[in-house]
């Protein structure tokens, strides 16, 4: 199966990551902020090298109560800190399985939103990224964290989200709506190919904003989201005619 520029949220306790891992390009590790141990990124990590996926670090406020959700009230230097100590933690596992490199860098879940239009927290994660050699991030088209992070002579992967709705100002619909989360194969596909023909995104008001995305997201925990993947390439390849 040709693989598309998909990529995942993985390592945060759901139970169909073998049969997700085949449809990835890529994958972000969750390592201790919101979720993870040793155990955990291990395990993950070892799956994802066994079937040739990428593997990134996904960082996260440190706050597992809220699964890293809700904004937090946290120093700059703290959360330097914790970052810092997130990202080196799968590292190291990495290097012992034979790994030398990150893949990537994508922070996770109330951070990721903050990063987009908050400059002060937006540089503070770009400086320990330039921490690790040779690493780029994942972030929205548009955010403030990709503008600081090509200043800082940092690779962006733009990356747009096949399983979720987005408002007119490209920010997510809030997942306490009932119209937050896309779980159709089809929709998925035809989101996929319109970014990569017409560079557009339909938005939850029906409306069209300009987008690029050079990686698609499905969220590991979205339902059923392996199921969803393959009906997603099934249409993408074969049923979707439009």
Do not use: W
């Not at 994942?138 to 399983?163: G, T």
């Amino acid at each position: 199966m040709k693989r598309l520029k998909i990529n995942s949220d993985v390592g945060e306790g759901v139970v169909n990551e073998a049969a997700l891992m085949p449809y990835l390009k890529s994958c972000s590790v969750a390592c201790g902020g919101h979720y993870g141990n040793e155990e955990t990124m291990t395990k993950t990590a070892t799956l994802a090298i066994s079937k040739g996926v990428s593997i990134g670090a996904h960082p996260s406020y440190p706050d597992k109560i809220n699964f890293g959700r809700n904004e937090m009230v946290i120093s700059l230097n703290d959360l330097k800190e914790s970052l810092h100590d997130q990202i080196s933690s799968l590292l190291l596992i990495l290097n012992k399985l034979g790994v030398d490199k990150l893949d990537h860098i994508k922070a996770h879940g109330a951070l990721y939103h903050k990063c987009f239009n908050d400059v002060e927290v937006a540089k503070s994660f770009v400086e320990i990224v330039k921490l690790f050699e040779n690493v780029k991030i994942l972030a929205p088209y548009k955010s403030v964290v990709s503008k600081i992070a090509k200043e800082n002579d940092i690779k962006v992967d733009y990356e747009v989200f096949l399983d979720r709705n987005y408002n007119d100002d490209y920010t997510l619909v809030s997942r306490d709506k009932k119209n937050s989360m896309i779980e159709n194969g089809l929709e998925m596909s035809r989101r996929y190919k319109m970014i990569l023909n017409e560079s557009k995104v339909k938005t939850i008001s029906n409306n069209f904003i300009d987008m690029v995305g050079d990686t698609f997201c499905i969220h590991g925990d979205t339902n059923n989201s392996h199921i969803l993947l393959n009906n997603f390439y099934d249409n993408y390849f074969f049923n979707d005619k439009t």
